[in-house]
């Protein structure tokens, strides 16, 4: 017996030596290649489990040509939908032994189609989470791209889309403060130009074509907490009595700041959001929202993005239906004059 055992871990060559075959052949076998001679094949894996030899995971890459590793490219990685997103479509990559890389643009949409084709060298495929650059550019880019998903957005270049249907939940919020009595609104909107605020305008202006008595006006605005907050001022100066805020980050803000100039929620202000992140049902008072299915969209957007690297074609686009969560942020509007206020017409977009 050798008294000075090698502490080396085992190598291809080990396993080669032990089952009587080439490396070649060992390589094959480790990689799953059927074309093998099934009693080599099992003298292989007997040998390699004898030297506890397991096949070194960037060597398997080389040898496959992939990485094991899909990109994601989100807008904003603070906002807690995107993290959902990440984290069902993470957990369902991970059972399949892929890693996910993440990249985040941070709203600067100048930035989004280096990021998309530097992620996508770096990785087998790219997975693109509501995009914000215009549409011909898009259109343009996701053929160097592919394989690619897009989530919460659409394009005519045949890639697979995974998006929550957001114009018939904003609708139905509209429709939620309307049973309220609601009559004059104001919609806080999302980034300029973006394929998703794009969506809630249409909604909000389908919305009101369906309502002539309703007066909805929409108000620039943004996408985070802050934005939301300095909004404060536009709204109550509107005479609205509901505001429909782009996201629930957003119509926190907006809440704080109500609140800290002395007025109520629902009080003097019925305040909706939309994605029931986390945080809304803790806000004082909990928040109305539309809850938007992340995980789920994260989850799905890995099942079309394993069927495009098995060489499956494009599928057909994958829309999930937000529901409706009424909290307490929204009541009846109170007062018979406020809800009989004049319309006034406001132009959207």
């Known amino acids: ?40 094949a099992a003298r292989v894996r007997k040998a390699a489990k004898a030297l506890n030899y397991h096949a070194s995971p960037l060597a398997r890459s080389l040898v496959l040509g992939r990485t094991q590793t899909v990109s994601v490219v989100v807008p904003d990685l603070g906002n807690p939908t995107f993290q959902a997103i990440l984290r069902g479509l993470s957990r369902a990559a991970k059972r399949q032994g892929y890693h996910v890389l993440i ?39 996701l053929p160097s791209l592919e394989p690619v998903v897009l989530v919460n957005r659409e394009s005519s270049a045949g890639v697979p889309t ?76 509107s005479g609205a009595t509901a505001a429909l805020a782009y996201n629930d980050l957003v119509a926190m803000g907006l809440l704080s700041a109500v609140t800290e100039r ?10 909706v959001g939309f994605d029931d992140i986390p945080f809304t049902k803790y806000t004082n008072p909990p928040l109305t929202t539309s809850s938007v299915p992340a995980e789920d969209i994260g989850e799905q957007a890995w099942v079309e993005m394993s069927s495009l690297l098995a060489g499956n074609s494009a599928r057909h686009p994958v829309y999930f239906r937000p529901r409706l969560v009424v909290r307490a942020s929204t009541a009846p509007v109170q007062g018979a004059e406020k809800a009989a206020a004049p319309m006034v017409e406001h132009p959207l977009g």
Do not use: W
């Open 103 to 141: 990249a985040d643009s941070a709203e600067a949409v100048a930035e989004e189609g280096v990021l998309a084709v530097e992620s996508r060298r770096r990785s087998d495929g790219l997975v693109l989470c509501a995009p914000r650059m215009e549409q011909s550019e898009l259109d343009a880019l």
């Open 262 to 271: 002395g007025l109520r929620v629902p009080d003097d202000l019925s305040i």
């Open 1 to 40: 017996m050798d008294p000075h055992p090698s502490t080396k871990p085992p190598k291809i060559v080990d396993v080669a030596k032990r089952a009587g075959v080439s490396l070649s052949t060992v390589s094959r076998v480790m990689n799953q290649n059927p074309t093998v001679d099934p009693v080599l």
């Open 162 to 237: 995974v998006a929550a249907d957001y114009r018939s939940a904003l609708r139905e919020l509209g429709e939620h403060l309307y049973g309220l009595g609601h009559r004059r609104f104001v919609f806080l909107s999302g980034v300029p130009g973006s394929a998703s605020n794009r969506n809630r305008l249409v909604a909000v202006d389908e919305f009101r074509r369906a309502h002539e008595d309703v007066d909805v006006q929409a108000l620039e605005c943004g996408v985070g907490f802050e934005d939301g907050a300095v909004a404060v001022d536009a709204v109550l100066d």
